[in-house]
C-alpha cells in the first residue's frame, strides 16, 4: 500500500457562507506543487466538504475525518503519528504531515 493523501477540494459552500478553502489544505497544496513528484509517491484523493467523508472513515474511522489526512503505509516507521482507535491505522492530519513528508521522501522543511 503506498502512503494515501486525503485533501478537500477547494471553494466549498457551508453554512456560514463560502466559497471557502481548508487553510492547512492550501499549505498541503502548496507543498504539492512545489515538490511534483510526490504526486507519483502518494495516493491522492480529493474529496468535497460535506461529511460523512466515507472513503476516510473506512481507513480511520468517524472521528478522524477531518482533512488533510494522510494514511501511513506502516513500511515507514514514524512515532508521531495516531493510530485510530476503530481501524488500528496510523495517520498524520495537518502541519503534522510535512515533517513525514520531509522524512520519507526527502522534501525540504518550513524555515524555522
Not at 477540494?9 to 497544496?29: N, Q, R, T, V, Y
Not at 512545489?34 to 474529496?47: M, N, S, V, W
Not at 474511522?61 to 496510523?90: I, K, M, Y
Amino acid at each position: 500500500m503506498t502512503d494515501r493523501l486525503f485533501l478537500i477540494d477547494p471553494s466549498w459552500h457551508d453554512d456560514l457562507g463560502g466559497p471557502w478553502f481548508c487553510p492547512a489544505g492550501a499549505f498541503i497544496e502548496g507543498v504539492l506543487a512545489f515538490y511534483p513528484a510526490l504526486g507519483d509517491q502518494l495516493e491522492i484523493t480529493r474529496l468535497g466538504f460535506s461529511r460523512p467523508r466515507l472513503p476516510v472513515i473506512d481507513l480511520v474511522g468517524e472521528d478522524n475525518q477531518s482533512c488533510p489526512l494522510l494514511v501511513l503505509d506502516e513500511t515507514f516507521d514514524w512515532p508521531e503519528a495516531r493510530t485510530s482507535e476503530a481501524t488500528g491505522r496510523r495517520f498524520l492530519q495537518d502541519h503534522a504531515i510535512v515533517p513525514y513528508l520531509a522524512a520519507r521522501y526527502g522534501i525540504g522543511l518550513p524555515h524555522p
